[in-house]
């Protein structure tokens, strides 16, 4: 069964520490991976987006990487800020390619809570 | 604004009674998605549409869930007979065939009282 799971579940910081949020998969077949940003009451925002061959990239404050083997990923958060109070959801993509369906596979999110 | 646009941003109905979102795609956007965001969750898969073609649906679109694409560009999804049950962000989200960004609008919130 296509899953993704995200870890923890929320997370409260104070403003200007580190953060990092897990998410497993377990998806096939695999396209690519995504975070997006999701402010309360308002649609998710993509963060990055990173194929198989990739194992980190970057967004500003906002470092993500990969391990295809594992099935893993983590969002990583530098120097904190206020506005980065979200839902942070892991998408993953699987491309079938027999009927060219496209689906989104999304994890339940991490609610993150940046405190002054 | 170019981005995905859904109307209304909220609603709220008596159950029992009918109701209609409308999603306007980025216009060269040839994809178009519905998801359902419960309080907590992660968006769950609704339907989605290339061009004007449905192309898969949901076991989660139950009879009372109806999505029209009629010229390829905006998308409604309408819900007959509102459930308490059916209270949730309702999102739309677009994208190019050949890319593999895909767009979300700010989404419908949806209260059935």
């Known amino acids: 069964k296509n899953q993704v799971e995200q870890s923890p579940q929320s997370l409260i910081i104070l403003e200007g520490k580190n953060c990092t949020l897990q998410?497993?998969?377990?998806?096939?077949?695999?396209?690519?991976l995504r975070w997006y940003k999701q402010d309360t009451g308002r649609g998710p925002v993509s963060l990055t987006i990173?194929?198989?061959?990739?194992n980190t990239k970057s967004n500003g404050r906002y470092t993500a990487t990969l391990d295809a083997d594992t099935k893993q990923s983590s969002l990583h958060i530098t120097a904190s800020q206020l506005s980065d109070s979200a839902s942070y959801i892991c998408?993953?993509?699987?491309?079938?390619?027999?009927?060219?369906?496209?689906?989104?596979?999304f994890g339940s999110g991490t609610r993150l809570l940046v405190r002054p | 604004d170019t981005g995905v646009s859904q109307d209304p941003r909220h609603k709220i109905t008596k159950r029992g009674q009918n109701v209609t979102f409308r999603c306007d795609p980025i216009?060269?956007?040839?994809?178009l998605y519905w998801y359902r965001q419960t309080l907590g969750q992660g968006p769950e898969f609704l339907t989605y549409?290339?061009?004007?073609?449905?192309?898969?649906k949901s076991r989660l679109l139950s009879d009372r869930f109806s999505a029209e694409r009629p010229k390829g560009s905006f998308s409604t999804l309408e819900i007959q007979r509102t459930e308490q049950g059916d209270s949730a962000m309702y999102l739309c989200?677009?994208?190019?065939?050949?890319?593999?960004?895909?767009?979300f609008g700010q989404g419908t919130r949806l209260t059935v009282v």
């Open positions: 998410c497993n998969y377990t998806v096939s077949p695999f396209s690519n």
């Open positions: 216009s060269e956007h040839n994809r």
């Open positions: 549409f290339q061009n004007e073609a449905q192309l898969e």
């Open positions: 989200a677009s994208k190019w065939t050949g890319s593999s960004e895909a767009f």
């Open positions: 990173m194929t198989f061959s990739e």
């Open positions: 998408v993953v993509s699987a491309d079938f390619e027999v009927d060219s369906s496209y689906k989104l596979i």
